[in-house]
């Protein structure tokens, strides 16, 4: 029987079929996603969990038009929030 021996490249893709998942599920892991949920919707097995986006008003409220007292409430906010951020600040450089 002939003796067969692996190529550096055949060697190379053995090694990236083992390494690259082991390396995704990790990087997946550490970021705090699912990673066979994530293969699963690439895959189309199953849809993947629409993702929680911070500070994202409801879909109904961005597709109404701006008007004047939704643009002022959003002013006043502003100012609030500015007025409480400064409030702090001042707090912690004392």
């Known amino acids: 029987m002939p003796r067969t021996r692996l190529?550096?490249?055949?060697?190379?893709?053995?090694?990236?079929?083992?390494?690259?998942?082991?390396?995704?599920?990790?990087?997946?892991?550490?970021?705090?996603?699912?990673?066979?949920?994530?293969?699963?919707?690439w895959l189309g097995i199953q849809d993947p969990e629409p993702r929680e986006e911070m500070n994202v008003p409801p879909s109904s409220a961005r597709e109404a038009p701006a008007t004047f007292e939704s643009v002022q409430e959003l002013r006043d906010e502003n100012e609030r929030l500015r007025q409480e951020l400064a409030r702090c600040q001042g707090i912690s450089e004392s």
């Open 7 to 41: 190529t550096g490249f055949s060697r190379l893709i053995i090694f990236l079929i083992i390494a690259l998942p082991i390396v995704y599920v990790g990087a997946a892991l550490y970021n705090g996603e699912d990673p066979v949920r994530n293969v699963k919707g």
